[in-house]
């Protein structure tokens, strides 16, 4: 038999699997924050590691919140 190439990652298969029922519209509100929970948690670890890594200061936070720091392509 021919294996198909899979359109869904293996992250959105085990939660289709999880949730192959439906949700009471607050059982599903609490869900998304969960999950929302579990990014914004993921992207303050980073954040954190790269400040200790540049060993930045709370002089170096002042600077960066007054300076336009997106670059202009």
């Not at 924050?33 to 670890?45: D, L, P, Q, V, Y």
Request: hydrophobic share 35%; charged share 40%.
């Amino acid at each position: 038999m021919e294996k198909l190439n899979q359109p869904l990652t293996n992250t959105q298969l085990e939660i289709l699997k999880a949730f192959s029922h439906e949700l009471s519209d607050e059982d599903l509100k609490d869900f998304q924050r969960t999950i929302a929970k579990f990014f914004a948690e993921r992207a303050i670890e980073g954040a954190n590691k790269v400040w200790d890594e540049k060993g930045w200061t709370k002089e170096d936070e002042e600077r960066m919140l007054a300076t336009k720091m997106r670059k202009s392509d």
